[in-house]
């Protein structure tokens, strides 16, 4: 009878040659994990330094003795700044110029205008906000410690301060400024002086120096 011995189906292409993987050997085992043990470290101090470089300028001054925190000027102290120095002319410095809103004003209003500020991060957004706004030509940033710097080529002096820095900032000033300078405290006034002008109400009050007046007037004892 036809068929009742035929023979077994021949099986499919490939089908006899699957085979189940052999698991990994002891070798092949360590030295994955050998690698993994190199690239964690490696990523984790990457990050680590990458963390210490962006936090170092922040936290560095904080460290000193007289540390003058980054505040962003609001800006009604912005315009309070600005009408304080109308009339005026000559050169401006922005002492602790943070992001350099302010250099980028008073360089708006016609002034030369340079910024001290001891975070280099500040500083670099300082100068591209000045070419964003198109006044980079007449402004200038500078990386440095406020006490490092003599203010004495400067006309106009802008300060936004802390109470424990004024006193010795004060007689910094005192001693380095010629008679047609003008400073302008923001915040906080300076302890022994008397301003001859003051403008604003709470935080976005200005207080205004003229250098030939303090000279004859307010002079500490």
Same mark, same amino acid.
């Not at 009742?4 to 699957?18: D, I, T, W």
């Given at each position: 009878? @036809? ?6 189906? @021949?099986?499919? $292409? ?7 993987? /052999? #698991?990994?050997? #002891?070798?092949?085992?360590?030295? +994955? ?12 101090? =990457?990050? %680590? ?6 936090? &170092?300028?922040?936290? &560095? ?7 003058? /925190?980054?505040?962003?000027?609001? *800006? +009604? ?26 250099? !980028? ?14 975070? #280099?991060? %500040? ?29 004495? $080529?400067? *006309? ?6 802390? /109470? ?13 400024? +010629? ?9 906080? #006034? ?12 709470? *935080?976005?009050? !200005?207080?205004?120096?003229?250098? =030939?007046?303090?000279?004859? +007037?307010?002079?500490?004892?």
């Amino acid at each position: 009878m @036809e068929g009742g011995g035929g023979a077994a189906p @021949e099986p499919l $292409q490939g089908e006899s040659q699957a085979q189940p993987e /052999p #698991p990994p050997s #002891p070798e092949a085992s360590t030295l +994955k994990k050998r690698r993994w043990g190199l690239l964690l470290p490696g990523l984790v101090g =990457g990050t %680590l330094v990458a963390v210490y470089a962006v936090a &170092t300028p922040f936290v &560095t001054p904080a460290l000193r003795k007289v540390c003058l /925190p980054f505040v962003p000027a609001t *800006t +009604k102290q912005i315009e309070n700044v600005v009408k304080m120095l109308q009339s005026r002319s000559g050169s401006l410095v922005d002492i602790g110029s943070g992001d350099g809103r302010i250099v !980028v004003a008073a360089a708006k209003a016609g002034f030369t205008a340079v910024g001290y500020e001891l975070n #280099p991060w %500040l500083v670099w957004y300082s100068r591209y906000r000045a070419w964003r706004e198109g006044v980079h030509g007449s402004t200038k940033f500078y990386i440095s410690d406020l006490w490092k710097v003599s203010f004495s $080529q400067y *006309t106009n002096v802008v300060v936004f301060g802390v /109470p424990q820095m004024m006193p010795q900032l004060e007689k910094k000033l005192e001693l380095e400024l +010629k008679d047609d300078a003008r400073v302008i405290a923001c915040r906080f #006034p300076f302890p022994h002086w008397s301003p001859d002008h003051v403008t604003g109400e709470g *935080t976005d009050t !200005v207080w205004v120096y003229d250098a =030939g007046t303090l000279r004859g +007037k307010g002079r500490r004892p």
